[in-house]
């Protein structure tokens, strides 16, 4: 790898191959920012890579914008799947981030755990979200 990548600066995200979570936090820990912006389709995610936005997140948020819902709780796992792939696919050097959806890790760190599972082997993510506080301890643990 690139002596950038290993120590990033202004252009050290910008120069590597693909974006990882150790890059980030390199570049927190140096005080240095990267981006982050929404993707839910191969298209913009590809233009957003293109542009070398450093993190795509498909959010559940796709409930409201994508599929015209009124709030982000129909959001199923099987459509997240579909955007974060199609996301993903596009994406060559971004981090891809899925959102896991309300519902698909709340009863368990075993459920969370497989949702996860699913949104790395099916979509091809990098990383997955979830909300939630201390509570969800044992399931980032899990994970």
């Known amino acids: 790898m690139p002596a950038a990548a290993a120590q990033p600066s ?7 191959a693909r974006v990882r979570t150790r890059h980030l936090q390199e570049a927190k820990d140096s005080g240095e920012r ?13 233009v957003f890579d293109s542009a070398g936005i450093d993190t ?16 982000t709780l129909p959001v199923t796992l099987e459509q ?15 981090l891809v981030i899925a959102d896991l ?4 890790y709340e009863l368990s760190a075993e459920q969370g755990t497989e949702t996860a599972i699913r949104l790395v082997k099916e979509a091809g993510v990098h990383a ?3 909300e939630g506080g201390a509570r969800y301890a044992d399931h980032i643990r899990m994970m």
């Open 34 to 46: 990267f981006t982050m912006l929404t993707a839910y389709d191969a298209m913009i995610a590809g």
């Open 128 to 130: 997955v979200k979830m």
């Open 80 to 94: 997240m799947i579909m955007l974060s792939a199609a996301v993903s696919r596009s994406a060559r050097r971004a």
């Open 101 to 104: 959806p309300f519902g698909s």
């Open 56 to 71: 795509l997140l498909v959010g559940d948020s796709a409930g409201s914008t994508v599929f015209g819902q009124s709030s």
């Open 10 to 16: 202004a252009q050290g995200l910008q120069a590597m």
